[in-house]
């Protein structure tokens, strides 16, 4: 259940920049490419800092996964924008 939530915000996060950045003629792979690197740098900072959160490899795929599926979404979006 924690990595469909997970999938999900992500898939969420991804649409919500991407139909904004899109506005400003931000590249779709850029946009997937912040989302990743944005869950890496969240699950690292889980595994330096002391707040009894741990580093999952599981979470990561997860968040990529959603990013990717929101990519997907974006990429019919923009076609019915063209």
Known sequence: MDKLIHLTMY???IL???????????????ILFLTIIFGLLIETLQYLL???RYFDLGD?????VGA????????????KLL
């Open 68 to 79: 990717i599926i929101g990519i997907i979404i974006l990429l019919f979006y923009k076609k």
């Open 16 to 30: 919500l920049w991407g139909i904004n950045l899109i506005r400003f003629k931000f590249s779709l792979i850029k």
């Open 50 to 52: 002391p707040f009894g």
């Open 11 to 13: 898939c969420i996060l």
């Open 60 to 64: 990561i795929i997860a968040n990529s």
